[in-house]
């Protein structure tokens, strides 16, 4: 499994006659765009914008953040599962525009406050990744007699055609950089000796109930699953796609296709410092015997398919999905593998007694993610793109926002810098 | 910089056990530790006020204690407060933090102390505090003191305060948000790296154990009990009357099952949103087990369901919240006679 990214950077996004690419300019044929993302007949209509950073905007509520990317002819394709057939992930050559996202906006009325919103200025966006790209954001309209969940799957697959059209314009054109990501796997040799080291990562939490069409792991909804190995590739070639539901934190595709642990394991992996033996995607329980289905059959993975030495754990959501990280790293150091885990912010009390819920002395490498007592009074923006009416008047205004509700800023995926400390 | 200084009966030189009733003193000026801690102190700043009180006067009558120090502490217009250092000697720690507390909260001037971590008075004011670690020696008297006014003086220009290690308190027990430079990925990696490699590593939270619980004694004669259910699945009436929140609930309720068999899923609703509550929307039964526990009433093996349950959200609850809930239901509880109580959860 050979995974190759051809990187071409992006400093600059524009409409224009047709879609290319000159140089690190990208020109987009917006009439061109518009047919793609149209000609699925569930989508009544779509607003597109192209958004600058450090402009003076605010966007909201993003339903998704993807990196364009396109796969040449003969390798695997494009998010299988959903753009296609099921076929493995993670082979041959991706084409990326670096710099660039397509932000999708979740076009229906907000049931409660808005919770996912790109600030592209001010105080907030310093310290989100997203607000340094450039973005094509749209909103698309489904047709109005459609079935919620059949709106949320038409709009979520139209960012992921308009990000894969995008990127074909890379074919062809010379990358600044091409990235080859080194074999990995419990069986590659040349790592002898190096601690073997696998990820474990949730993707979905089944305290919430998943859409009929949802489309987290190549097209499947996550119901019914059970954890599953997985190559490193796979995450980060359109194997996984985010949930229409924001985890606590945050997790978009834009941070599967940029995995943080996987590339951080990767770079680790190249410099010689440990061997990358693979991952298994796994999801949070519904009830006790869910969860020790889930986290029993991932730490078996973890220790007898991958025979790992450690092993780095992330969750997806908030309680539950934390007791079930945490007891999967408690079986695998029961088996030897030692671990750390990674989890989200939830002491509302600012109490270190209520940060953790589980008390596992083995489970003793503990990676503390921030949210909760950081937010910022961010100023009126002259320019607001909303998904629907509502929002826009509640972004277009000066307001307080949680770290938690600003995309790139609390993420589950391992992208934040947001920490909390003990004093 | 004004400061006033409490110190007790020993370091304010009037004499030692013999003299620990002595009641609360005025000095102008510093006396005795005063004197190196207003050294540490520099330019500009002075002790105004030192005022010493006897151990057992200060624990003994600790509210009128409190009083007078706040009328002498308004009255000398301080801009910090300085208690101690009191390292092991437990009642000086006790008054200290009292004061320090109260000194804050009362008239909102920065306030600091010093104590050894056994000292019973870190148990009582570590959270509200910062309270230098003293250890347990009066000869690190210098560095003790240069630890509180480094801390004072940053408490009265309200500057950030560094970590326990970096400034030298004991950890508060609370947690602050912070932005560093490596991603959570790569912290993630790092830490689990030294651990597999045996190098020693700092896990960013440490997990709290909470003294056990003693079991009660077992009721005696469950036909004669009177029972009743509490849940944290979040059941309550639609509409939910009492606004309870679907996530770190303040709120519970109390509501009525008199005259009921069954729970008709149409009547209630769920304030929950960590679990999937499809099944309990669909038979609410079987969360709040009414209709088994009338059977059981029935055939006398329980002798009375108590006619209300008790319902509220148990989500992402701070435990500060959930203690004071948890004392309140077992108020009403007690209050109507309950014998036993059957909690459910989700």
């Known amino acids: 499994?050979?995974?190759?990214?051809?990187?071409?950077?992006?400093?600059?996004?524009?409409?224009?006659?047709?879609?290319?690419?000159?140089?690190?300019?990208?020109?987009?044929?917006?009439?061109?765009?518009?047919?793609?993302?149209?000609?699925?007949?569930?989508?009544?209509?779509?607003?597109?914008?192209?958004?600058?950073?450090?402009?003076?905007?605010?966007?909201?509520?993003?339903?998704?953040?993807?990196?364009?990317?396109?796969?040449?002819?003969?390798?695997s394709p494009?998010?299988?599962?959903?753009?296609?057939?099921?076929?493995?992930?993670?082979?041959?050559?991706?084409?990326?525009?670096?710099?660039?996202?397509?932000?999708?906006?979740?076009?229906?009325?907000?049931?409660?406050?808005?919770?996912?919103?790109?600030?592209?200025?001010?105080?907030?966006?310093?310290?989100?990744?997203?607000?340094?790209l450039q973005h094509v954001v749209m909103t698309p309209r489904a047709q109005p007699d459609l079935a919620g969940h059949a709106a949320l799957n038409a709009t979520q697959t139209a960012g992921l055609k308009a990000a894969v059209y995008l990127a074909q314009a890379g074919f062809g054109q010379t990358p600044a950089m091409t990235e080859t990501f080194r074999p990995v796997g419990p069986n590659e040799p040349g790592h002898e000796g190096l601690p073997r080291?696998?990820?474990?990562?949730?993707?979905?939490?089944?305290?919430?109930?998943?859409?009929?069409?949802?489309?987290?792991?190549?097209?499947?909804?996550?119901?019914?699953?059970?954890?599953?190995?997985?190559?490193?590739?796979?995450?980060?070639?359109?194997?996984?796609?985010?949930?229409?539901?924001?985890?606590?934190?945050?997790?978009?595709?834009?941070?599967?296709?940029?995995?943080?642990?996987?590339?951080?394991?990767?770079?680790?992996h190249d410099a010689g410092e440990l061997n990358f033996v693979g991952t298994v995607a796994t999801i949070s329980g519904l009830d006790n015997e869910d969860r020790d289905r889930g986290t029993q059959i991932a730490a078996h993975l973890t220790k007898w398919s991958l025979n790992a030495d450690a092993a780095v754990l992330t969750k997806y959501g908030g309680g539950v999905p934390h007791a079930d990280m945490a007891e999967t790293a408690r079986l695998l150091e029961n088996t030897?593998?030692?671990?750390?885990?990674?989890?989200?912010?939830?002491?509302?009390?600012?109490?270190?007694?209520?940060?953790?819920?589980?008390?596992?002395?083995?489970?003793?490498?503990?990676?503390?993610?921030?949210?909760?007592?950081?937010?910022?009074?961010?100023?009126?923006?002259?320019?607001?793109?909303?998904?629907n009416?509502?929002?826009?008047?509640?972004?277009?205004?000066?307001?307080?926002?949680?770290?938690?509700?600003?995309?790139?800023?609390?993420?589950?995926?391992?992208?934040?810098h947001l920490r909390s400390v003990i004093y | 910089m004004r400061v006033v200084h409490y110190i007790n009966q020993f370091f304010g030189g009037i004499g030692g056990e013999e003299a620990a009733g002595s009641h609360l003193e005025e000095r102008s000026g510093a006396v005795g530790p005063g004197r190196l801690l207003e050294q540490l102190l520099g330019e500009g700043s002075q002790i105004v006020t030192t005022l010493i009180c006897g151990d057992n006067f200060a624990v003994e009558?600790?509210?009128?204690?409190?009083?007078?120090?706040?009328?002498?502490?308004?009255?000398a217009n301080a801009d910090l407060f300085v208690a101690g250092p009191c390292f092991e000697a437990g009642r000086y720690g006790m008054a200290s933090g009292a004061l320090c507390v109260a000194v804050h909260s009362e008239l909102g001037i920065p306030a600091v102390t010093a104590m050894h971590e056994e000292n019973p008075g870190v148990d009582l004011y570590r959270e509200p505090l910062y309270i230098v670690d003293s250890g347990a020696n009066a000869s690190a008297m210098r560095e003790v003191l240069s630890k509180m006014v480094n801390l004072g003086q940053k408490l009265s220009a309200d500057e950030r305060i560094g970590s326990p290690i970096e400034e030298g308190y004991i950890t508060r027990g609370l947690i602050r948000d912070a932005f560093v430079d490596q991603t959570s990925a790569e912290r993630l990696v790092g830490m689990v790296m030294d651990k597999v490699n045996g190098n020693p590593f700092e896990s960013e939270m440490v997990s709290t154990s909470f003294e056990p619980i003693p079991v009660p004694a077992a009721v005696?004669?469950?036909?004669?009990?009177?029972?009743?259910?509490?849940?944290?699945?979040?059941?309550?009436?639609?509409?939910?009357?009492?606004?309870?929140?679907?996530?770190?609930?303040?709120?519970?309720?109390?509501?009525?099952?008199?005259?009921?068999?069954?729970?008709d899923g149409d009547d209630y609703e769920i304030s929950h949103g960590g679990y999937d509550p499809r099944h309990v929307q669909e038979d609410p039964d079987r969360l709040v087990p009414l209709d088994a526990l009338r059977e059981?009433?029935?055939?006398?093996?329980?002798?009375?369901?108590?006619?209300?349950?008790?319902?509220?959200?148990?989500?992402?609850?701070?435990?500060?919240?959930?203690?004071?809930?948890?004392?309140?239901?077992v108020e009403k509880v007690k209050a109507e006679g309950v014998d036993a109580v059957i909690l459910t959860s989700t």
């Open chain 2, 220 to 263: 005696q004669d469950m036909s004669k009990a009177k029972v009743m259910i509490i849940t944290d699945g979040g059941l309550v009436p639609t509409g939910n009357p009492d606004k309870i929140e679907g996530m770190a609930a303040t709120r519970w309720g109390s509501y009525s099952i008199e005259g009921k068999d069954s729970l």
């Open chain 1, 1 to 75: 499994m050979r995974l190759q990214l051809a990187r071409h950077p992006i400093t600059e996004l524009r409409w224009g006659d047709f879609t290319r690419l000159d140089n690190t300019t990208l020109e987009v044929d917006q009439d061109e765009l518009r047919g793609i993302i149209q000609g699925d007949q569930r989508i009544e209509s779509v607003d597109l914008q192209l958004v600058r950073p450090g402009e003076n905007c605010r966007a909201g509520p993003v339903l998704d953040i993807i990196e364009p990317r396109a796969k040449e002819p003969d390798a």
């Open chain 2, 296 to 329: 059981m009433e029935k055939e006398g093996a329980i002798g009375e369901l108590h006619n209300e349950f008790i319902s509220t959200s148990g989500l992402a609850n701070p435990l500060s919240n959930t203690r004071r809930m948890g004392k309140e239901m």
């Open chain 1, 78 to 132: 494009d998010f299988p599962g959903v753009l296609s057939s099921p076929a493995i992930a993670g082979r041959g050559t991706s084409h990326v525009l670096e710099g660039a996202a397509v932000t999708v906006l979740d076009g229906t009325p907000p049931k409660g406050p808005i919770r996912s919103v790109l600030e592209m200025s001010g105080p907030a966006s310093e310290h989100s990744p997203y607000s340094s």
């Open chain 1, 389 to 416: 009416p509502d929002a826009a008047e509640t972004l277009s205004v000066s307001h307080t926002i949680g770290a938690s509700a600003v995309v790139g800023v609390a993420n589950s995926q391992g992208a934040t």
């Open chain 2, 61 to 75: 009558q600790q509210d009128d204690l409190t009083a007078a120090v706040l009328d002498k502490v308004r009255d």
């Open chain 1, 197 to 268: 080291v696998a990820y474990v990562g949730q993707i979905f939490s089944r305290q919430q109930t998943a859409e009929v069409g949802e489309q987290v792991l190549y097209g499947l909804n996550t119901n019914g699953m059970l954890p599953v190995l997985m190559h490193p590739n796979e995450w980060l070639d359109g194997a996984l796609v985010a949930s229409y539901r924001t985890s606590v934190g945050g997790a978009e595709t834009y941070f599967y296709q940029n995995h943080p642990i996987i590339t951080e394991l990767y770079r680790r």
């Open chain 1, 336 to 387: 030897g593998v030692r671990t750390s885990v990674m989890v989200s912010d939830m002491s509302r009390d600012r109490r270190v007694e209520s940060a953790l819920l589980f008390n596992f002395p083995e489970v003793d490498a503990i990676v503390y993610c921030g949210g909760n007592d950081t937010s910022w009074v961010v100023p009126p923006v002259e320019r607001v793109i909303a998904g």
